[in-house]
């Protein structure tokens, strides 16, 4: 792991490996079949559209219950993995898969760093953060006028205290102009901590 800090009005860019291992096969998956029982330790949801972002124990779940919201034939339209602690003495950093959330330990922004996602924050007037960070798939199965559009983009918000409160996410899928936008609120008391 590399990490360069410039001073100014630079960016402090920093390399991180993600650790997208599958939970062991002996670990409890809860089934979330529907928005109803979509619960854990923390939980952000957009229970219009439905999609969430859970967490229970150390790992997390992401997308849409299993006969909600889903595409057609999807057995399992949401994924599982650790929730990784990727922090650097730079900054806090947590993510859950593609989705990374960071924020600078010495107050500075912006903060950039890469690996398949590319995420920049910045403090905001109330001591807390704004973040957006965008993820690309690249396969030799998408069409070629796909290349280079993300395949996920979420923007968040850090309060005062560090903990993220809001998540903001697109999608965007092979065939559809438009990306499916789900804004996944914090329902729990406890949240993400960075």
């Given at each position: ?17 993600q650790d997208v291992t599958a939970p062991p096969a002996s670990a409890h998956h809860p089934f979330f079949d529907t928005m109803e029982k979509v619960k854990g330790d923390i939980v952000y949801a957009d229970r219009k559209s439905p999609f ?143």
């Open positions: 792991m590399q990490s360069i800090a410039t001073g100014g009005a630079l960016p402090l860019i920093i390399s991180l490996v969430f972002l859970t967490i229970v124990g150390n790992i997390f779940y992401i997308g849409h219950p299993a006969f909600e919201g889903g595409l057609p034939g999807d057995d399992t339209p949401y994924t599982s993995g650790y929730l990784t602690d990727c922090s650097t003495p730079e900054l806090s950093c947590r993510a859950a898969g593609a989705h990374i959330f960071v924020r600078s330990k010495s107050g500075l922004g912006p903060v950039s760093f890469f690996d398949d996602t590319a995420v920049i924050a910045w403090p905001n007037a109330d001591r807390g953060w704004w973040g957006s960070g965008s993820w690309s798939y690249h396969s030799a199965d998408l069409p070629k006028e796909y290349y280079g559009r993300p395949n996920v983009a979420y923007q968040y918000e850090v309060n005062s205290v560090g903990v993220v409160t809001r998540i903001l996410v697109s999608y965007w899928r092979v065939g559809r102009e438009q990306p499916l936008v789900h804004e996944l609120k914090l329902e729990t008391v406890r949240g993400i901590q960075l």
